[in-house]
């Protein structure tokens, strides 16, 4: 059996799978339509075929104006045209003069020989003239020509995952494919003499298998494609021949019998086949029990697997911590550490030390009057409480008491 001391702290045992999935090399990529690459990751990056923006662009309905122009007030100004947003070129001033302003919209490119635009409230326009009540800074409501972006310049690099902004961003490019990472497959297999496929009527001792169906959705939510073996039972050589299978693909995430029991097998079987053992525990709760490590099926095939402990809310939580910076990693995204947000306790909390505890929690309320706080559940096999909770809190392994009013750190799911 793999050395006891491998029961890492959290902090620890999440920088070394951060360490592993570092060295990972980049998938194979695929060229797809823009808006195929929501939530996947960038292979190539997106460069600005232009400056951003193009020209000189007025943020303000008003007129355009050279600011030292405006002195005394109200100034009166002579009118020499309108420019409008798409205005074609010709129809532009070629320069605004002392005394002089261009009627202009947002949008609209600035013309030269005018610094600032003045926003059309604080102005009056009346045959040919246009009058003033404010003085502008320079600049104001202009947004220079590629001040957002230089043309050539790094829009998306390479490596994430795109969003929104992202792909708006790829659209301002002109970019209508993107070269993404290929999703890699990741294999889930669920051990338990106990567990059946949900399609099965349980006998009265027997447990459906909710673990591969949550796994598989938070493998999706990561990148993954998720490949759902049959349930393995507690018997080492139908466990090894399924887990032999499962490590042919990308990543191997097993659950359930990597606890003390008499038939947690699945580190005893790993070892038979020749498994490098990262970490066999982390001093969390849920999910103590987790094992990650390292697999060689072929000379030149390495495979990661994750040993996640079988209660179903240990399962969740230990791919959130651990097997999703691996998985993202495989999706070829840039390494994300992980953060915690913070939140204000509704109601105190109370626990034993020792461990770092994932909690599933409500975070409620209203704009800026969130709350936070403990659902109440039956421990880590309660996946009723866990789907009412929108979140967990992070109570560190030496506070016994956290007061009502405390902001503490959550972990948003
Ligand atoms: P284990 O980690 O194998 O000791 O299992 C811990 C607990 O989780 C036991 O109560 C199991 O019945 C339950 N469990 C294990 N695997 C699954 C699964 N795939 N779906 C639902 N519950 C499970
Ligand atoms: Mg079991």
């Not at 194979?28 to 923006?53: C, K, N, Y």
């Not at 045959?127 to 600049?139: N, Q, Y």
């Not at 999703?183 to 459906?208: F, S, Y």
């Not at 509704?346 to 975070?363: D, M, Q, W, Y």
Request: net charge negative; glycine share 8%.
């Amino acid at each position: 059996m793999p050395e006891p001391s491998r029961v890492l702290s959290f902090e620890d045992a999440r920088h070394l799978v951060e360490e592993y999935a570092a060295k990972l090399s980049p998938p194979e990529t695929e060229i797809v339509d823009l808006l195929a690459g929501d939530r996947r990751v960038l292979a190539t990056p997106i460069l600005s075929d232009r400056d951003l923006p193009p020209f000189p662009r007025s943020t303000r309905d008003g007129y355009a104006v050279r600011s030292a122009d405006l002195a005394k007030f109200p100034a009166g100004l002579d009118l020499i045209g309108e420019i409008k947003a798409g205005e074609s070129v010709e129809n532009i001033p070629e320069n605004v003069g002392r005394g002089q302003a261009v009627a202009i919209m947002t949008g609209a490119p600035v013309p030269a020989g005018a610094d600032a635009v003045v926003m059309v409230e604080y102005t009056s326009e009346q045959g040919g003239r246009v009058e003033i009540t404010r003085s502008v800074e320079i600049g104001e409501n202009i947004v220079p020509a590629g001040a957002e972006a230089k043309l050539g310049s790094v829009l998306v690099e390479r490596g994430v995952r795109l969003n929104d902004a992202a792909i708006a961003l790829a659209a301002s490019a002109g970019k209508s494919r993107v070269e993404l990472y290929k999703r890699p497959r990741v294999a889930v297999l669920t051990t338990g003499d106990e567990i059946v496929g949900i399609a099965t009527v349980p006998g009265p001792t027997q447990i459906r298998n909710s673990n591969s169906y949550s796994l598989a959705v938070q493998v999706r939510n990561a990148g993954g494609e998720p490949v759902l073996l049959p349930i393995a039972p507690d018997e080492p050589r139908r466990l090894r021949g399924l887990m032999e299978e499962g490590l042919k693909s990308d990543l191997l995430l097993m659950t359930g019998g990597v606890s003390m029991g008499r038939y947690d097998l699945v580190e005893q079987v790993l070892e038979e086949l020749k498994a490098e053992f990262f970490f066999t525990g982390a001093k969390i709760q849920p999910g103590r029990p987790v094992v990650f490590g390292r697999c060689r099926m072929a000379p030149s095939r390495e495979t990661y697997f994750f040993g996640l402990p079988g209660n179903p809310v240990s399962t969740m939580v230990t791919f959130e911590l651990f097997a999703r910076p691996m998985l993202e990693a495989l999706c070829g995204m840039s390494p994300q550490k992980l953060r915690f947000v913070y939140a204000k306790l509704k109601s105190e909390i109370r626990a034993k030390p020792g461990l770092k505890r994932f909690l599933p929690a409500i975070l409620s309320g209203e704009f800026e009057s969130s709350q936070v706080e403990l659902v109440l559940w039956q421990g880590s096999g309660d996946i009723a409480a866990t789907a009412r909770a929108n979140c967990y809190i992070v109570v560190p392994p030496d506070r016994e008491l956290i007061p009502a009013g405390e902001f503490v750190p959550i972990l948003l799911r």
